[in-house]
Nanobody, 126 residues
Framework: EVQLVESGGGLVQAGGSLRLSCATSGFTFDDYHIGWFRQAPGKEREAVSYISSDDGFTYYADSVKGRFTISSDRKNTLYLQMNSLKPEDTAIYYC????????????????????WGQGTQVTVSS
């Protein structure tokens, strides 16, 4: 059974930092696409960052470039280091996974991911 469990969220002042973790189980890390998404109240879920399993290349939403860093231990844990946090970063953050398969796929489309964690709340106060 595929499981994704996020942790590390919390309340932080603007300019502060948090490190999110996503502990995974039930699948081979290198065989899956794995990324971070977030959803703020009243807004659609949006892509934050993604790391390629085969070459380690990273992708970021424009809104977080230069502030967030995605990484993994290449075994079972995904991380998101978030620096210089802004109030607009307030959201529930989710990690998501999808088995790597041939065909059309895009890292920043939530609908392409089959598995989701329960999310962790990040609140940034001004």
């Amino acid at each position: 059974e595929v499981q994704l469990v996020e942790s590390g969220g919390g309340l932080v002042q603007a300019g502060g930092s948090l490190r999110l973790s996503c502990a995974t189980s039930g699948f081979t890390f290198d065989d899956y696409h794995i990324g971070w998404f977030r959803q703020a109240p009243g807004k659609e879920r949006e892509a934050v960052s993604y790391i390629s399993s085969d070459d380690g290349f990273t992708y970021y939403a424009d809104s977080v470039k230069g502030r967030f860093t995605i990484s993994s231990d290449r075994k079972n844990t995904l991380y998101l280091q978030m620096n210089s946090l802004k109030p607009e970063d307030t959201a529930i953050y989710y990690c998501a996974a999808d088995p790597i398969q041939p065909g059309v796929w895009s890292w920043d489309v939530p609908g392409y991911y089959d598995y989701w964690g329960q999310g962790t709340q990040v609140t940034v106060s001004s």
